[in-house]
């Protein structure tokens, strides 16, 4: 079901991994963010949106991880945009004839079977570099990064005063840093919260790849939590930090493992 966090902007969120796709009313049809998973999902989706006489006009990817880049038929032929680092990294990483087998092989048990790969990864870089999605819509800005995956963004709504945040700011997950060899995950996470920071003035709904959408507050915490978080990681620290600790939230223990792999990872010597 799609719920309204702001004028003309709504939110589905996945059964999986609490998933958000975000849905931004425009002229003569919608922007869709990050679609969403399951494939029934995905088709329920597509039926809201025809029900409601909405047509997808365009899609976009916040940044190239699997779960990012689905996309249904139902939701039609738009152009889907990604920065032009997102667009580079599916080339590098999705493009060859095992690239479908392979998610499809790393893809967790319960989702076996139940996601959409005929359309996986087919973004297109947004034209000329433009700082805005090219559609007929609110104004929708892309702050680009490198916090988490080369080529990410998160897109803010300027009229609507929304920040889709990607795969940060989340209340479930810690930061996840960049996994493809980054040459300074760390001082890139730092660099991307400072940009969602200064653009945090005129934002009243955060709404994370995953986990909970929050308001002019949360946002706040979140910055403040996950810098915390990224600074303790630093110096070889654990913060203290509701997503790791005893009050993490039931189902999502496993987030304190993937801390702690970043924690071992870090602690290897560079090179
Ligand atoms: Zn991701």
């Known amino acids: 079901m799609l719920q309204q966090v702001a004028e003309g902007v709504l939110v589905h969120e996945s059964g999986f991994c609490r998933s958000n796709a975000v849905v931004v009313a425009g ?21 809201d949106l025809a029900g409601s006489g909405r047509a997808v006009v365009a899609g976009f990817s916040t940044h190239p991880h699997w779960d990012h880049l689905l996309w249904h038929e139902r939701l039609g032929p738009a152009p889907r945009y990604g920065t032009a680092g997102c667009v580079a990294a599916v080339r590098a990483r999705l493009s060859d004839e095992g690239a479908k087998a392979r998610v499809a092989g790393m893809l967790p048990p ?116 996950d810098r915390a978080y990224v600074l303790a990681l630093r110096e070889g620290r654990t913060a203290d930090d509701p997503r790791i600790g005893p009050s993490a939230p039931t189902g999502w223990e496993w987030v304190r493992d993937v801390h702690e792999a970043q924690l071992q990872r870090l602690a290897q010597p560079a090179g």
């Open 110 to 225: 319960e989702l076996a079977g139940q996601v959409p790969l005929d359309l996986l990864g087919l973004v297109t870089a947004v034209p000329g570099g433009a700082e805005h999605i090219p559609w007929d819509g609110p104004r929708v800005r892309i702050v680009e990064h490198r916090a988490h995956a080369a080529g990410h963004a998160a897109l803010l709504i300027e009229e609507r005063g929304v920040l889709v945040a990607g795969d940060m700011l989340s209340d479930v997950l810690v930061p996840m840093l960049d996994p493809h060899g980054a040459a300074d995950p760390i001082g890139d996470y730092l660099t991307a919260l400072d940009r969602l920071e200064s653009v945090a003035g005129g934002v009243g709904v955060v709404v994370p790849g995953h986990g909970s959408v929050g308001g002019a507050d949360q946002l706040r915490e979140r910055i403040e939590r």
């Open 27 to 47: 002229r003569d049809g919608v922007l869709l963010i990050d679609p969403g998973v399951r494939d029934s999902e995905l088709a329920c989706l597509a039926d």
